[in-house]
Structure formats: structure tokens, C-alpha cells
């Protein structure tokens, strides 16, 4: 079914080629050689980009604040941290439920930056976890299972660095780190001081992106979508469970937190694609992290009613911020309803939440060793000890957005997961 | 969120499903209309308000939107059944299968019935002739070119067919049926094997269980077909359909299981400390 090959202590390179999913046409991918630089008007921090964390302000509405200045704590590990993006003006804070953070605005201005201080040799895992606490770089890690921040004193068994994005219109990672590899590289090393157990690198075929090292797989990925996700990747490479836990975090973040270690600074933008049938120009864009949508789609958008989402055009969220783990915006057109008897027959007979009927396009767009048809069923039907054992804890939102989108029943199976690990992750700890 | 379900090649909603599925029932059934001088349009014409009707009733019932889905069963089950049958007994047996096939259920992809096959095994039950259809070559034809298009479209299984032919091509030059080979490709075969076996509510939904289920579905028919009359005749691909049915979600079960067993031991490899998220 895979071309695998092993990746085992004394081979440090590997090939993952991945034969299941699918890419489909959203519109023109954007130029990989420009990178623009976009100033942006406001800057959000959303709070629902950490779900299990409650952030609480310390700065108030109106403070002037620095780039990578801390601006909410974690209300039961305090040394989490968010940190500004930009040098800017609060412009507003709203809370949600128990009045933790819902979102936080900053208007840019100033070039004010906060310094750290770094540990200057590698190797002491105490002071880096402290820096990155402390600057904010933390939470661009995410646990799999159960896709949260992790906790400030936990050591994973592994570490993925995705340099892989296949998402449909996404930047493609050598592109985005060409001028960026040696911050690439001081991150990479960092990272490796974080676990005891192997750190993988999955990146595009072609030369290694950074030099070989002791536990550091390099891995190359290739295959249509979903193959350059990190779900796919663990899931070939280093299956999770109930007991064996990963970190995975993305290309643009570990190259952040090498400029961090190389500068004091915190690195706040990053580079983001914007593309989708909806745009005029689809263009590689240098945009501070939490940028608005409407900021980074200004005069880009092909028609005034076009909708720019957060995210790639298959699970892309409709949010005024960029998200937190996003590196892309997608605006696609919306279809016409069709006329005619076809048009007709289709809307007499459409149904909202009808049950699915099992496909073998399903398994071939879904390139896990887990059964979709009975997963899909019983992550509908909520039943959370079937879809344990059929292996969900091994998948988060992003591995089912093409599922979801192939399903006839119109479920989405992103946010069935969500629930379904989130009373998981409840039992678990319980 | 309103995401364009539009970027596909042809993106599959249930709408289309149906037409899918109801405009390759409809080709062998012209033709078997055609060839029995149409006779069978009373048929048609009941099998098509009773599936509309118990369709009303349970989404009244149940406060669901409504779901046509259904109306492909009443075109394969006005192709299935036989003249003879009076239309009262017809109309008995279509409500019973449709109630308890799949309406019980709540709806098509919820139960694991095909209602077809529910209603033409009430009718066997309950003393009707089945075998007395006599559908032409005709039929089996459109049926066949009926199954392409849906494997082309995806949904039908290729596993569960070619499971199913290979099965029944040995087994049948192993022990060869009485009335030759010919029966093979008969209506009753071909029309049973596209609308009843391969039916994706009806049956095993993975691969492995794909294969098995075909290959169990046409073991059965040899089998009935050999205890019968010799030839592949209708209510032996219904009895093995409704068989095969009856099996497949303990076939899911069993490949669940193995999966599971696999999984297990792959993740075993890896250290065991437990770590909070």
C-alpha cells in the first residue's frame, strides 16, 4: 500500500511516499520566488486558537506595547505566554466565557522590540525551555494526541517539524525558508535539545535542508495532499497512543525560534500565501502573526462578496484574524446554483444530514492504516470508545477535511473529532 | 461556514447519489417494460407512491427533512418482481421492506438492509414464486452497462465485484451448474449482483471486507443455485444477498479487529512513558 522504508536508528535519511488522497484545483498556486512584505492595519490574538488554555491579559486596553512583550499568561501554568507580534497600541481586549482572552487587538506602530536573554552555548534544555516559555514561542508546539499546547514541563517522545505543506494553495516550505536557513538550522539544533527520543524532519524531496545530527531523522515526503501534514507523517513514521505522545510544530516557527536564539528578538511575521480563485493575484505575503484578513486581502479580492478564510480552502475557518498555526489565506469563489431540471432535481432532493454511504474513495483519499467508512460512522454517531479503537487519537481537524469534503452526508468530521477527543483527552486524564 | 463544495470533478452529495443510482435503475427497467409489453408499470407505478408515501410518513414521524433516496428501491423492486405476484401481496411486501429494511433504520446508510431484498425474501417466505420472471437479455445488458456507469462513478465497489466474479467463475468450473454457463451472466445474476449485492448500504464497508463480502455473496448463490433449480435464478442471488447482508457488519467487525491488532503492535515498538498534553 506505502513505499515504505523504515526509519531506524542507523539511517538517518528516509523516504515517505504516500499514494492515497487528493489534490484538487482551488486556483493558481502563488509565486514561490516573491515574498512581499504587507503592512497590516491591526493585529489580533484569538483565544480559540488554544482552546485548552484560559489566557488572561496583564497589559490593559490603550498600553503601548514592544514586539515580544508578554501580553496574557496562562491562568494555570503561568509560564505560558503570548507575546506581541508587532510593536503597537491594545487597541481593544474582549474576554469570553470565564473571562479568559477572546480576542486582543493591537494597531501597529513603533518599532519597539523586547530583548532576551538567550543561553548562549546548546545543550541546556532548562534555560531554552525557559526562553521559549518566556518569549512566547511555546505555544507554536502542538501535542498529538489531542492537538494542544503542551504542558510547560512535559518531554514528548518525538518532535515533527513539518517542512511539508500540502494544503491546497499553500507556500511551499524551501521557498519560505530559502532565506531563512540558517535561522532554520539554530532552530532545528534547539529543538533537538527538547526530547530524548528521535526529532523528525519531513521535507520536500531534494538536498537536506539542514545537516545531519544525532537523532534527527530527515525524511522526504512525497504524494499528493494530505502527505505533507504532520498527521500523515507521525502516522507512518511514529504512531501515537494513548501512552506515546509527540510535539509537532511547523518550518516558520522553528525558524523563529532560531532567529530568537540568534538575536534576543522575537521573530513576529511570518510568511503567508494568499490564493484561491477569489483573489486577482495570489501572492506570498510577509505579515505579522494574528494579521487581519481584511488587511492581508485588501485590493486582492476578485469580486466585492468574496469570503477570505483563515487557513487552507478545504478546512479554512471564516475568522477576522489570521490563526495562530495558519500560514495561509484562501478566498474561493462561490459556484452559481445550477439552472435547469439538474439545478431543480438537486435542490428538491438535497439533504442537510443525510447518513453516509461508504465509498471506496474514501480509502483511497485517506492515507492512514485506520478504516474511514466505520471511523466516520462512529465519530457521527459519537460513539468515543469505537472511534478510540478505530484510531482517531492518532488524528486531529486538519487529517479529515478531505473526508469531510468527499462525504455525501455533509457531517463535518473535523469538528466531530474535536469532540470526540476532547471528552477523550477528559477520560484519559481522568 | 459555507466552503464550495464545487472544487471537485463532481462532488457527491446525496442529491446526486440518487440520480445516480435511479438513472441506472431506470435503463434495465425500460427495458424489461418494453420487453414484458408493460405490464410491470402498475408495479412501477405502486412500488413508486409506497416508497414516497412510508418516506412521508417517517420524516413526519421523525421531524427529518426528506430523503429520496428511496425511490431508487422502488424502481429495482418494480424490476424484480414478478407479474404473478397479485399487487396487494406486492404492496405488502415493498411496506415491509422499506419499513423494516431500512426506514426503522432511519434511512438509507443507517441500517444494513437492502430493502429490495427484505421485500422480494417476504415474498419467498410467504409462498410467491420468484423464479417466474422472465427478464431478457436485454435487461441483463442495460443492468450490466448500469454497473459500469456506477463503478466508473465510485460507487460501486470494484473489491466486492471482482470478488464476487472470481468467486463465481471458480466455483462454477469447479462444480458446474446444470443449465451451463449462460446463467452466469443471466438477468437474474447480473441484475442481483449491481442492485442488490453491490449495494453500498447493504454491505461491507472496508476493503478487505469488500472482498469478502463478494466473495461470500456469490459462494451463497452457487450454493442456493445448486440446492435449486440449477441456474442462477432470483431467489437465489435474493437469499444470498440478504445472507451476505446479515454478515457484513460482522466481516467490519472482524477487519476493525485486525486493524486494531496491527495498530497495537506497530505502536508497541516505541517507549512507553506517559506524558500529559
Not at chain 1, 532565506?179 to 530524548?196: C, K, M, N, P, Y
Not at chain 2, 402498475?42 to 430523503?67: G, I
Not at chain 2, 426506514?103 to 425474501?121: E, H
Request: glycine fraction near 10%; include cysteine.
Amino acid at each position: 500500500m506505502f513505499a515504505r522504508n523504515p526509519i531506524s536508528g542507523s539511517h538517518p535519511q528516509g523516504n515517505l511516499r504516500v499514494r492515497q488522497g487528493r489534490d484538487l484545483w482551488f486556483g493558481e498556486a502563488p509565486d514561490a520566488t516573491k515574498i512581499a512584505p504587507c503592512p497590516v492595519g491591526s493585529v489580533g490574538l484569538m483565544g480559540a486558537d488554544y482552546s485548552d488554555l484560559c489566557f488572561d491579559p496583564i497589559i490593559a486596553e490603550g498600553d503601548a506595547v514592544a514586539l515580544g512583550q508578554t501580553l496574557c499568561t496562562d491562568r494555570h501554568q503561568p509560564s505560558i505566554t503570548l507575546v506581541a507580534p508587532c510593536a503597537g497600541r491594545v487597541e481593544s481586549i474582549t474576554r469570553g466565557a470565564r473571562r479568559r482572552l477572546k480576542t486582543l487587538v493591537i494597531t501597529p506602530e513603533g518599532d519597539d522590540t523586547a530583548t532576551f536573554d538567550v543561553p548562549s552555548e546548546p545543550g541546556n534544555s532548562a534555560a531554552l525551555r525557559d526562553v521559549l516559555l518566556k518569549s512566547g514561542a511555546w505555544v507554536s508546539f502542538r501535542t498529538r494526541p489531542f492537538g494542544r499546547v503542551p504542558h510547560a514541563e512535559a518531554t514528548p517522545d518525538a518532535i515533527f517539524i513539518t517542512a511539508t505543506d500540502t494544503r491546497h494553495l499553500a507556500a511551499d516550505p524551501r521557498a519560505v525558508l530559502s532565506d531563512l536557513s540558517e535561522q532554520f538550522q539554530r532552530g532545528v539544533t534547539a529543538i533537538h535539545d527538547l526530547t530524548q527520543g528521535p526529532v523528525f524532519l519531513c521535507q520536500p524531496e531534494g538536498p537536506a535542508l539542514v545537516p545531519a545530527m544525532d537523532r534527527l531523522r530527515i525524511v522526504q515526503v512525497s504524494g499528493p495532499h494530505p502527505a505533507g501534514l504532520a498527521g500523515t507523517q507521525t502516522h507512518h513514521l511514529f504512531p501515537v497512543s494513548e501512552i506515546r505522545t509527540v510535539w509537532e510544530i511547523n518550518a516558520q516557527d522553528v525558524a523563529a525560534i532560531g532567529h530568537l536564539l540568534m538575536t534576543g528578538t522575537v521573530m513576529g511575521t511570518r510568511v503567508v500565501s494568499v490564493a484561491g480563485t477569489g483573489v486577482t493575484q495570489p501572492q506570498l505575503l510577509r505579515a505579522p502573526l494574528g494579521a487581519a484578513i481584511s488587511d492581508l486581502t485588501r485590493g486582492r479580492l476578485a469580486a466585492p462578496g468574496v469570503r477570505a478564510l483563515t487557513g487552507s480552502p478545504l478546512d479554512g475557518r471564516d475568522l477576522p484574524y489570521l490563526a495562530r498555526r495558519d500560514v495561509q489565506v484562501s478566498a474561493v469563489l462561490p459556484t452559481p446554483s445550477r439552472a435547469g431540471v439538474f439545478g431543480w432535481f438537486e435542490r428538491v432532493t438535497a439533504t442537510k444530514d443525510g447518513a453516509t454511504l461508504p465509498m471506496e474513495a474514501f480509502e483511497r483519499s485517506f492515507p492512514f492504516d485506520l478504516l474511514p467508512a466505520p471511523l466516520m460512522r462512529a465519530l457521527a454517531s459519537g460513539d468515543v470508545e469505537s472511534a478510540q479503537r478505530l484510531g482517531c487519537l492518532e488524528l486531529l481537524e486538519e487529517d479529515m477535511a478531505l473526508l469531510t469534503e468527499i462525504c455525501p452526508s455533509g457531517c463535518d468530521y473535523g469538528v466531530l473529532l474535536r469532540q470526540t477527543l476532547d471528552v477523550l483527552a477528559e477520560d484519559l486524564s481522568a | 461556514m459555507t466552503l464550495m463544495k464545487t472544487q471537485l470533478a463532481f462532488p457527491w452529495t446525496s442529491a446526486r447519489i440518487t440520480l445516480a443510482f435511479g438513472v441506472a435503475a431506470a435503463a434495465p427497467l425500460v427495458a424489461g417494460l418494453i420487453a414484458g409489453g408493460g405490464s410491470q408499470l402498475v408495479s412501477l407505478a405502486l412500488a413508486l407512491v409506497l416508497a414516497t408515501l412510508w418516506q412521508t410518513v417517517f420524516s413526519r414521524l421523525r421531524k427529518r427533512p426528506m430523503d429520496w433516496s428511496v425511490i431508487v428501491y422502488a424502481l429495482v423492486f418494480a424490476l424484480l418482481v414478478p407479474a404473478s405476484v397479485s399487487l396487494g401481496q406486492q404492496a405488502i411486501a415493498l411496506s415491509f421492506g422499506l419499513v423494516f429494511g431500512v426506514m426503522v433504520f432511519g434511512g438509507r446508510g443507517r441500517g444494513f438492509l437492502n430493502p429490495v431484498v427484505v421485500a422480494l425474501s417476504f415474498l419467498a417466505i410467504s409462498g410467491a414464486d420468484l423464479d417466474v420472471m422472465q427478464a431478457g437479455q436485454s435487461v441483463a445488458i442495460l443492468a450490466a452497462l448500469a454497473g459500469v456507469e456506477l463503478l466508473w462513478l465510485g460507487l460501486l465497489s470494484w473489491r466486492l465485484i471482482a470478488g464476487y466474479a472470481v468467486t463465481l467463475a471458480l466455483m462454477a468450473a469447479i462444480w458446474p451448474l446444470s443449465s451451463g454457463l449462460g446463467t452466469l451472466i443471466g438477468a437474474s445474476s447480473v441484475v442481483g449482483l449491481v442492485f442488490l449485492i453491490s449495494d453500498p448500504a447493504a454491505s461491507a464497508g472496508t476493503n478487505a471486507g469488500r472482498w469478502a463480502h463478494g466473495v461470500l455473496a456469490a459462494a451463497l448463490v452457487l450454493l442456493f443455485a445448486q440446492n435449486g433449480t440449477g441456474d442462477i435464478s432470483l431467489s437465489a442471488v435474493v437469499s444470498a444477498a440478504f445472507l451476505a447482508s446479515v454478515f457484513a457488519p460482522m466481516v467490519d467487525q472482524a477487519v476493525i479487529w485486525l486493524n486494531a491488532r496491527r495498530r497495537a503492535r506497530r505502536a508497541g515498538q516505541g517507549s512507553g512513558a506517559r506524558h500529559d498534553g
